[in-house]
């Protein structure tokens, strides 16, 4: 059992380093054929065996590992998110010729720290676990090498990743000295003190810093635009699902005794991240940076229902889970549109669905879906986060949560209005790009299937906070 | 498993939409056009026999698909209801959409994507049926929103046409959909305080939980719940949306805006009636808000020359009739009215797009008139229409407009007197608009003139069998006065048993003073037709000179141009929420950089020595904004220590 | 007492050179006020009888990565105009401010705090810093989280290898 726990890590590493090897022996784009293959038959098989993880819930290794329902689950989210990521950027990287392929191996490294993320026990485990997907994205988003602008997204990350890093090591340091122990649930045992007060106030700063939270959004637009559009989308659901993972776990279950306290500060963020991501999204005309913004507005949603957390726990993180889930379908599935159809610009989208009709639906679906248009995940994810929100008694936050998603519709709704409704642009149609098309119907299947019929999903979800106490 | 059937009302509109929606574009329009009225048809035809049964036993029939959500203790099914009310909506809506759907076939046969349109229509035709069948909210509110959506999807049809002079068409589409997002906000904040009060979100359970454990937010939540309806059914303050709404094709306005998505906001509070009648404040609410938008859309109406606006100001305020009914307690004579309205302003509408058809696309009734000879059966039909909506008996109008304006005068004599106000202005602006367009002197060009014409059967067909609908369909609600047996709202009563418990029985006025009432609304309306008429028909010296006269100008320049309403919530709402992400984006992605770059250089001023070579610029300020947020949260920490 | 000391006056130096890194305008200084924070803390953890620490402490930090920095430097030659430009005096007050802020919260914080550091567990052995107890901890309590490691060097070294590189093909 031990070394199953770890068979989907393992997996990936063994898959990233067979794609290493790979290029010593094939070159050209034959290379990124074989490459793709190896990493879509690692991910696969990682999925697979997450997938027997369910209903183990147990600790290994010392408790450094704490594989349970709620880690499994959301491994499998980041799973998935990483798979679709990978049938994407095999569009992308023959679009802009780039032979590269340390680039799915640095994939699916990162997505070997997603899965060690989501199941960590320890607090050594969960930072090790954060630095692997840290890292290998600090240099995704520079893949770019000639572009000024990713180079730019990449270094901006690093440096602001490793700031608030320090705080991350600060607060555990802290935690550690106020309670003697790393072991997220022993941690959890000891009583409130001021030193872990301190210490949650210190890692809360490295978690919304990571997940994209107002006063710490800043680099999100940025990054967001300056990083090669498939590793934007794994930015924007793999590393934020593994971030909420490991957030979620540690503070509802190490920091259970400090609900007063980050019940305040996680509502007040929320809010301020649901204005700003709504409110300046408006703006921008450039897709990416909307999405960049929206992404703001998504994890104040989330953040919301954190919030709740305090009085109803099982409630909150299956809603979050839940949320999770949906918005890696339908991010990575907007994204993918935008790499294939080659275009960034809102203008440029003029007309666009009548030039490819099948990409026109499914891009009408991710927004919708963003939007939270009733039959699509996303309405269910929010009906989830604000019922929630509402039944533990935060009026003010869900109002203000509903009136700025309210507001969100307008710039989901403009881009709709741009592929159908705005006179075609002159800009040759796309060629049909098969690996980028299937990974938009899978979301699109995906954005359905959560929409119309969550059952099955939900009912694995309401016992994963169970799963974490066990 | 007998009502199995059930589902298959919904969902055949759902397969024409899949079909004209995914390989229309490759199909004949023939084909294309019968499928899309077909599989409507078919669901009338399912309709009719649920109305049957319910009409045979009294019962409600239900069907529960599959459990959409259960979580702990609640649970979300994706089931349908259909008790009296329920059947009386879906009957309306396949059988209006039905006709409408054979009229589309007549009218959208020159237009190049008719498949989409069939599409469209399907697609909405399902939503409004899952609307009204659903047996929990939240299963409505999904219906809610797609017919939203198709509404949205259909006023922007023709999108490369501009409505007016800065309003193109998919813009008058997006309007409608964002307005209706502030109704849905009130909507869905609503669903969320009924789930936290009542546990459940099931119309039926809802029905017989105990209302006063909500105490004092029932009020919030049926006030939310109307914030809701007056978006979706157009009333103050958010009507502005449905006047754009022509700018969809006609079919569409006489489907969605007309006769069935805008009554949404009626049948939910119908509905939940039994929610209600439990704060009196919403009540009256509803009542003064339905009244007001009765009276001030019919004046805006007055004034109008577009024959499509005349209609449309005409909607609004016949819907705010509808909602005076249920402010009052009256909900089966506002579902009733509901109804006739949905006969007769389908059939107006659909003359009108006759009319606009026969005159090439020209909407303007200025340029229009003395067509009476020349499209006779449009004519006659649009003649049983404008009566049945100017309320004079024994068209369809008559009988529910008295039904509602004998119940308010029961409870508001002001509301009343000014309901019968409003009842003056519709038929004078119901007889200008018919003596505009059909008598007088034809301003058209010789040209223009000999191509009228009538036209095709189905279009025909459809105006007579809505003007048969018209004519006769008030008769099934006869009030007793008149020796009538008031079939249709004794049909309702079970739907409504429980709101009508909580009043405690409404007072019945006696034959004579409901005599007397009739008598003063046919004499009020009569004198309104005759002057619109009168005025309207001959080239009479009183129109000019009211509009030169300096108050009468301005009136009519005020009326003209809507109060200035569109005006006033472009500046206030839109201006400022667009300024505001200006500014905020100003503030977070420039003042605050531009304020602050070299900040943190003093601090790590190595690394900020190499940014700089790379041009990356701002990333000090970033770590600023960190550095603000963490101080922050520890000033709050340490408050607590 | 005498480690008391010992400990007060290494940790004065220790901040005093941390303090002198950033105040210093010219980046070498920085660097070399930074390796100068690596000793007395090198120090203080062999306080603490952790020597292997203390070892990789210096060895590591002042040693390796502290030449690697020194020579970016030099290679980069930062102009002084260039860090002086454009710091217009009212934000430099306004961040001065703050941060004296967040240094008076974030030593109230550590008074109030210092009471809940947790009590030392009398049975930890004087050679538990050793190399040896902590290979052991390492191969064994700690094998994952070491094997992690491995993964993590990996990542860096795929990076440094790519972004460094001219050509890749």
Redesign the interface.
Same mark, same amino acid.
């Given at each position: 059992m031990q070394f199953q726990a770890i068979y989907p890590g393992s997996l990936l590493v063994a898959a990233a380093i067979l794609v290493l090897m790979a290029q010593s022996f094939v070159k050209g784009e034959k290379k990124l054929t074989i490459s793709l293959i190896i990493s879509l038959i690692g991910v696969i098989l990682a999925i697979f065996f997450t997938f027997k993880l369910f209903g183990v819930n147990e600790s290994f290794y010392e408790n450094a590992l704490r594989v349970d329902d709620f880690g499994v689950f959301l491994s499998l989210v980041a799973l998935i998110g990483t798979a679709l990521t990978i049938l994407i950027s095999a569009g992308y990287l023959k679009k802009v010729k780039s032979y590269y392929t340390e680039y799915y191996a640095l994939i699916l490294l990162a997505a070997c720290g997603m899965v060690f993320l989501t199941i960590s026990g320890d607090l050594i485990t969960f930072l090790i676990g954060l630095e692997i997907m840290s890292i290998s994205i600090y240099i995704l988003a520079g893949f770019n090498r000639e572009s000024k602008k990713s180079n730019e997204a990449a270094m901006k990350y690093f440096i602001l990743g490793a700031f608030s890093t320090g705080f991350l090591l600060f607060g555990m340091s802290m935690v550690y000295g106020a309670t003697g122990e790393i072991v997220i649930s022993e941690i959890g045992k000891a009583e409130k003190s001021a030193g872990m007060l301190i210490g949650l106030g210190l890692m809360l700063v490295g978690f919304l810093f990571k997940i994209g939270a107002v006063p710490f959004q800043n680099w999100v637009p940025d990054v967001y635009e300056g990083a090669p559009t498939p590793i934007t989308a794994f930015m924007a659901a793999g590393v934020k699902t593994a971030g909420f993972a490991a957030f979620v776990r540690i503070i509802l279950i190490a920091f259970q005794n400090c609900g007063e306290e980050w019940h305040t500060i996680l509502q007040v963020i929320a809010v301020l991240s649901m204005i700003v991501g709504n409110v300046v999204a408006i703006s921008q005309r450039n897709i990416k940076r909307l999405l960049a913004y929206s992404s703001i507005a998504h994890t104040g949603y989330m953040l919301l229902a954190f919030a709740a957390a305090k009085s109803d726990p099982n409630m909150a993180s299956s809603s979050i889970l839940f949320y999770l889930f949906t918005y890696t379908f339908t991010v990575i599935g907007a994204f993918g549109i935008l790499i294939y159809s080659g275009r960034e610009n809102l203008d440029d989208f003029a007309g666009f669905a009548h030039q490819k009709r099948f990409m026109g639906i499914a891009m009408t679906v991710f927004f919708f879906s963003l939007a939270g248009i009733p039959s699509t995940a996303g309405f269910m994810g929010k009906l989830f986060i604000f019922m929630t929100a509402i039944d533990q008694k935060l009026y003010w936050a869900s109002v203000i949560g509903i009136i700025t998603s309210m507001i969100s519709v307008f710039y989901y709704l403009r881009v709709v209005v741009y592929l159908y409704m705005k006179p075609e642009v002159t800009r040759a149609a796309p060629l049909t790009d098969w690996n980028v098309a299937i990974a938009s119907a899978v979301s699109v299947i995906g954005v359905f299937v959560l929409g119309l019929i969550p059952q099955s999903v939900i009912q694995l979800i309401l016992t994963t906070y169970q799963s974490m106490l066990q | 498993m007998g009502n199995t059937y059930l589902l298959f009302i919904p969902i055949l509109p759902l397969i024409g939409f899949l079909i004209n929606g995914l390989i229309g574009h490759k199909l004949n329009r023939k084909v294309v056009g019968t499928i899309g009225g077909a599989t409507v048809l078919g669901s009338f035809i399912l309709s009719l026999m649920t109305l049957f049964r319910i009409l045979g036993d009294g019962n409600a029939v239900s069907y529960v698909a599959f459990h959409w959500i259960t979580i702990a203790d609640l649970d979300i099914t994706f089931g349908f209801r259909i008790d009296q009310l329920s059947a009386v909506m879906i009957n309306v809506i396949t059988g209006v959409g039905f006709l409408i759907h054979v009229y589309s076939n007549g009218y959208m046969h020159e237009d190049k994507s008719v498949a989409r349109f069939f599409a469209y229509l399907n697609l909405f035709v399902f939503s409004m049926l899952i609307l009204v069948m659903a047996d929990n909210i939240v299963l409505m509110f999904l219906g809610w929103e797609g017919v939203g959506l198709c509404s949205y999807l259909l006023i922007g049809f023709w999108y490369q046409d501009m409505f007016t002079k800065k309003l193109s068409n998919a813009d008058a589409g997006k309007k409608a959909f964002i307005v209706n997002r502030v109704g849905d906000f009130g909507f869905l904040l609503a669903i969320f305080l009924i789930f936290m009060t009542f546990g459940t979100l099931n119309f039926e359970q809802l029905s017989h939980a105990d209302m006063n454990i909500a105490g004092g937010l029932i009020t919030a939540i049926t006030l939310l719940l109307f914030l809701g309806a007056t978006g979706k059914s157009a009333q103050i303050p958010l009507y502005i949306w449905l006047p754009d709404a022509m700018a969809g094709p006609t079919p569409v306005s006489a489907l969605i805006h007309a006769a069935t998505m805008v009554t949404a906001g009626i049948y939910m509070i119908g509905r939940l009636s039994f929610m209600f009648v439990h704060s009196e404040t919403t009540m009256l609410t509803i009542a003064v808000i339905g009244t007001l938008t009765a009276v001030f859309s019919a004046t805006m109406g007055l004034t109008q020359n577009d024959i499509k606006k005349v209609l449309a100001y005409s909607t609004v305020s016949q819907l705010g009739y509808m909602f005076m009914a249920m402010g009052v307690g009256a909900f089966s004579a506002g579902i009733f009215h509901l109804m006739t309205h949905a006969f007769f302003k389908a059939l107006l509408f659909l003359g009108a797009g006759s009319v606009i058809l026969a005159c090439h696309h020209e909407q303007d009734m200025r340029k229009m008139g003395a067509l009476k000879d020349k499209i006779p059966t449009t004519f006659w039909m649009f003649a049983i229409g404008s009566l049945a909506l100017m309320g004079i008996p024994p068209f369809a109008g008559f009988f529910s407009k008295d039904d509602i304006l004998a119940r308010v005068f029961v409870e508001h004599k002001a509301l009343w007197a000014l309901g019968l106000v409003g009842a003056g202005m519709t038929a004078f602006y119901t007889a200008r608009m018919v003596a505009m367009t059909f008598f007088g002197t034809s301003k058209m060009t010789k040209k223009q003139e000999l191509h009228v014409h009538e036209p095709g059967i189905s279009v025909r067909f459809v105006l007579i069998a809505l003007g048969v609908l018209s004519a006769i369909g008030g008769l099934i609600g006869i009030p007793a006065a008149l020796h009538g047996g008031a079939h249709f709202s004794h049909f309702l009563d079970p739907v409504f048993e429980a709101a009508q418990a909580h009043q405690g029985g409404h007072h019945h006025l006696s034959h004579l003073t409901e005599w007397i009432l009739m008598v003063i609304s046919i004499a009020v309306v009569a004198t309104g037709g005759w002057l619109g008429f009168d005025i309207y028909s001959k080239e009479k010296s009183i129109r000019k000179n009211f509009v030169k006269h300096p108050i009468g100008g301005k009136l009519h320049h005020i009326s003209y141009n809507k109060y200035y309403i569109d005006e006033i919530y472009d500046f206030v709402i839109v201006k400022s929420i667009m300024g505001g992400s200006k500014a905020l984006w100003k503030f977070f992605d420039v003042t605050i950089i531009d304020g602050f770059v070299n900040f943190v250089a003093d601090i790590v001023a190595f690394i900020s020595g190499i940014m700089r070579k790379i041009q990356t610029g701002h990333t000090n300020s970033y770590a600023f904004s960190i550095f603000i947020g963490a101080l922050g949260i520890l000033i709050y920490i340490a408050s607590r220590l | 007492m005498i480690l008391d000391a010992l400990f007060l006056i290494n940790a004065l130096l220790a901040v005093g050179f941390a303090v002198a890194m +950033?105040t210093?305008?010219n980046?070498i200084y &920085? #660097?070399l006020c930074l390796i100068a924070t690596f000793f007395p803390l090198a120090f203080i953890f062999l306080l603490l009888w952790a020597p292997f620490v203390a070892m990789i402490q210096i060895m590591v930090y002042a040693g390796a990565i502290m030449v690697l920095?020194v020579f @970016?430097?030099m290679m +980069?030659n930062?102009e002084k105009q260039? *860090?002086e #430009?454009?710091?217009p005096k009212w934000?430099?007050r306004i =961040?001065g401010a +703050? =941060?004296f %802020?967040?240094v008076i919260?974030?030593f $109230? &914080?550590?008074v109030?705090?210092i009471? &809940?550091? =947790?009590?030392v567990?009398s049975s930890i052995k004087e050679e538990f810093g050793s190399t040896a107890a902590l290979g052991h901890l390492i191969f064994d309590? $700690? %094998?994952?989280?070491f094997e *992690?490691?491995s @993964? *993590?060097i %990996? @990542? #860096?070294v795929?990076?440094a @290898?790519? %972004?460094a590189k001219k050509n *890749?093909?």
């Open positions: - | - | +950033i210093r305008k980046p &920085s #660097a920095f @970016v430097i +980069i930062t260039e *860090l #430009a454009g710091k934000y430099r =961040a +703050i =941060a %802020l967040f919260v974030g $109230y &914080s550590i109030m705090g009471n &809940s550091i =947790a009590p567990d309590k $700690y %094998l994952i989280q *992690l490691v @993964v *993590l %990996l @990542v #860096a795929i990076g @290898v790519f %972004l *890749l093909d």
